[in-house]
């Protein structure tokens, strides 16, 4: 087991592991495969683990990709592999008259769903016929 920090990037197709994360693990590469990048085009080894997110979700990641992250703020990249077997909220809403930033994903998706162009039409709507 490894504990680190990950980022979300929905602009990923696929997830990315740290290549210094999964020599720990003793993940051995299942695959490879070219991806492009900010950096340009190369071929990397891809893995397959299980994820545990904070604490209540696990996920199965079938093929992610190794990365060199240049910093230690995170190890592991959320792609939207990872983003479509859920749902993800990320919002503000004031708190004690401050705002706040609220974030939320949920594995399998709850089902209640947030349609913010239908709310913005009502509430123009409603201004209209006051």
Known sequence: MYNTYALIDTGATVSALD????KKLQLLPISKCSVNGVHGTSVVDMFSFNLHLM?????????????????NAFKILIGIDILRL????????????????????????????IDFADKLVKARSALKKS
């Open 19 to 22: 290549m210094e994360v999964a």
């Open 55 to 71: 604490g209540s979700m696990s996920v199965a990641v079938k093929l992610a990709t190794a990365g060199q992250f240049k910093t």
């Open 86 to 113: 859920g749902e993800l909220y990320l919002g503000q809403e004031l708190k004690n008259g401050k705002p706040v930033t609220l974030f939320s994903f949920s594995i399998p998706p709850t089902g209640n769903t």
